[in-house]
């Protein structure tokens, strides 16, 4: 189908896209379009105005810092993938972005888009949430920053207020041991995920993130993750409270996908080279 | 309209274009460049990739006006590459089509695979060209195509942001369209009511492959009464959650109007229906049909009910059946157990509504649409999960 009318604006600045945002509340932003394209053309999605967010410099740059890298918002997936911008984790970046959807979307949707997204089977938002990433929102009130756990509120629902974007995200550096294990179940290459989950072991820096992705709402968020690496069982109360278990074969997915993401890690402890996810 | 420049096949051109169109429409249309093809139009299946800047990308969901100072080269546009070349010759020598609708977006995405991936083998292969699909069950003979010409690369290739050399001849035929399109500004017309005829027609053709609900529930009630019920339109309409009937029924047809909610989607049909009882065996047809405007998702269905007297005559055992297949874009997000779980709900309810009408007591649910509420998330989800795979 054909997508119903829309205006479309291309602001210079995140500025001007605020206020563009502001100025209209039927107004959606819009980067690669790899989502909102489908639901434009279903028609499901009708919004008044499109604001193009995705060649603003701002969203378009890389920072690296000391403690970590700042993506723009509008950095493509296959850009990941490519190794095109520096990676602050022993390549754990380009290993997520190779297994998201095909490459023709890979070239052209957005991280940030990904993430404003929000749907808890795409790749980014689990996987980022286990790196430690945290969002930089700009909007009416001004800038702030989440703690990607605290943005991602459930299934297509982030923190975002009326008028905000998503300008970045902020990669933590990982230590050079850090170890990362990445699994998903899909029916066909490049599905959404039945079931997900990722881990970050990071001795160097204490940190051991695990987080389970696929889930009907909110990403179940494990920080303190040692006791639950060592002892994927202390896992099954909470997926019980997630739902997984009125379907059995749902729980049994979900059990063997997090145990298989664990065990990745102690093969890439053994193995420098990194597994395809 | 907006002012956009483009480079299409190495001529840059100058065009006014609709935010609303999308790229495959403005190559076929405007371009007349028709080697590209529309499949599903929302990016699934991969007909209708082209190269966005050297890169692959589904040119279906990607808009001209988002695309200004872009480079797009369609397979038109790689007649004379070198490396298209070798995947052509490959294609005929290995069958790697049939029909050739999936051709065009295999070539680009193909040539792509090759230059990324010199010496891929057949993992990778599958791995990479998992996003385009063909429907003649081709991919053996696609696939060996593609392995052959990719054995005999050496050096990867990244293609994102690449120049291609233009085809040296270009067809007359391919010009742009100029002057291309006179802009027309139209003020958005207001969605059509739900187009009712209230002249409804008996309807013989059976409904394919329909979605079959059965529920039973008993009423205490005499088999007459509940039988004067189901003559009743008003009643009957008023049983069902989220219907009100639009125009007075004559009691054998009828004209309605039925709000179902699926979570952030709401869709209004509007249709007949046509009543016919049986007296000699106390059953009876309903059959209706519909169409939501907003979507024009069309639904057709029949509930069928038969009425059974207890051995003292006191309760009346009432069984519904009711078959309805939907058509349109609705129906690719409902097909499967969330349809089927709100279409049960719907008839629960109405055997709910039903058994509290006959004891004079007012219908719950009557008043208020069905909210699928908390199915709305599951059927989101299994939707988009089969629609598109997105990081």
């Known amino acids: 189908m054909k997508a119903a009318r829309f205006d479309y604006q291309r602001p210079a600045t995140v500025a001007a896209a605020v206020a563009a945002l502001g100025g209209d509340h039927g107004a959606k932003p819009v980067a690669g379009g790899q989502s909102l394209g489908p639901m434009l053309n279903l028609r499901l999605a009708r919004p008044s105005c499109l604001v193009d967010v995705a060649k603003i410099p701002e969203l378009r740059r890389v920072e690296e810092r000391a403690d970590g890298v700042l993506y723009g918002a509008a950095i493509t997936h296959a850009e990941f993938e490519d190794g095109a911008v520096p990676d602050p984790t022993p390549g754990f970046l380009a290993r997520v972005a190779h297994g998201i959807a095909y490459r023709a979307v890979r070239n052209r949707g957005t991280v940030g888009g990904s993430l404003v997204h929000a749907d808890p089977a795409a790749d980014w938002p689990t996987t980022l949430t286990a790196l430690g990433a945290r969002v930089v929102l700009a909007g009416p009130q001004g800038t702030r920053e989440l703690a990607l756990e605290d943005f991602l509120l459930g299934a297509f629902s982030t923190a975002l207020e009326e008028g905000e974007i998503v300008t970045g995200v902020f990669v933590p550096r990982c230590s050079a041991g850090a170890r990362f294990g990445y699994r998903k179940s899909c029916r066909k290459v490049g599905e959404f995920a039945e079931a997900m989950c990722a881990v970050l072991a990071d001795d160097g820096r204490g940190v051991h993130r695990l987080v389970i992705g696929a889930t009907e709402g909110r990403h179940i968020v494990v920080t303190e993750a040692k006791a639950v690496l060592a002892d994927p069982s202390r896992l099954d109360a909470r997926l019980a409270a997630a739902g997984f278990d009125a379907e059995p074969a749902t729980l049994r997915l979900h059990r063997k996908v997090i145990r298989e993401a664990i065990a990745q890690i102690a093969i890439d402890a053994l193995n420098s080279e990194s597994l395809p996810a | ?391």
């Open chain 2, 1 to 391: 309209m907006i002012p956009i420049k483009l480079e299409v096949n190495g001529r840059v051109l100058e065009a006014s274009v609709e935010p609303r169109t999308h790229l495959a429409d403005f190559l076929r249309e405007e371009m007349l460049l028709t080697a590209t093809h529309l499949g599903c139009e929302h990016g699934v299946c991969g007909a209708c990739t082209v190269l966005i800047d050297g890169a692959p990308a589904r040119s279906c969901i990607a808009f001209p006006v988002m695309l200004d100072g872009a480079r797009i080269t369609t397979v038109e546009g790689l007649a004379d590459d070198a490396v298209a070349g070798e995947l052509r010759e490959a294609f005929m020598d290995e069958h790697g089509l049939q029909c050739g609708f999936c051709t065009p977006g295999m070539l680009v995405m193909a040539r792509d695979i090759v230059l990324r991936h010199p010496h891929a083998d057949e993992d990778t292969i599958r791995h990479e060209l998992a996003g385009n699909l063909c429907r003649c069950t081709g991919y053996v003979g696609i696939i060996r195509a593609i392995r052959k010409v990719a054995a005999e690369r050496e050096g990867a290739v990244v293609t994102r942001g690449t120049a291609l050399a233009p085809p040296a001849y270009a067809s007359p035929l391919a010009l742009p369209v100029s002057p291309a399109r006179v802009a027309v500004e139209v003020a958005p017309v207001p969605l059509p009511a739900a187009a009712v005829a209230v002249e409804a027609v008996a309807d013989d053709e059976p409904l394919r492959n329909p979605v079959e609900i059965r529920e039973s529930f008993e009423v205490p009630a005499p088999r007459d009464a509940v039988w004067a019920l189901f003559q009743s339109p008003e009643q009957v309409i008023a049983c069902l959650p989220g219907a009100r009937l639009t125009a007075p029924s004559d009691g054998r047809s009828l004209a309605a109007e039925m709000v179902v909610k699926l979570g952030p989607m709401q869709a209004a049909f509007g249709g007949t229906g046509l009543i016919i009882p049986n007296p000699a065996d106390w059953s009876g047809t309903i059959d209706g049909r519909g169409v939501d405007a907003r979507s024009a998702t069309q639904v057709r269905a029949r509930l069928a009910y038969r009425l059974v007297e207890s051995a003292d005559g006191a309760v009346t055992r009432v069984s519904v059946d009711v078959a309805y297949v939907l058509q349109g874009p609705l129906a690719q997000m409902s097909r499967g157990a969330i349809a089927r779980e709100v279409a049960a709900r719907l008839t629960q309810n109405f055997a709910a509504n039903l058994a509290a009408r006959i004891r004079g007591e007012a219908p719950a649910a009557s008043a208020a649409s069905l909210d699928a509420g908390a199915l709305a998330w599951s059927l989101v989800k299994g939707w988009l999960a089969r629609l598109f795979g997105r990081g």
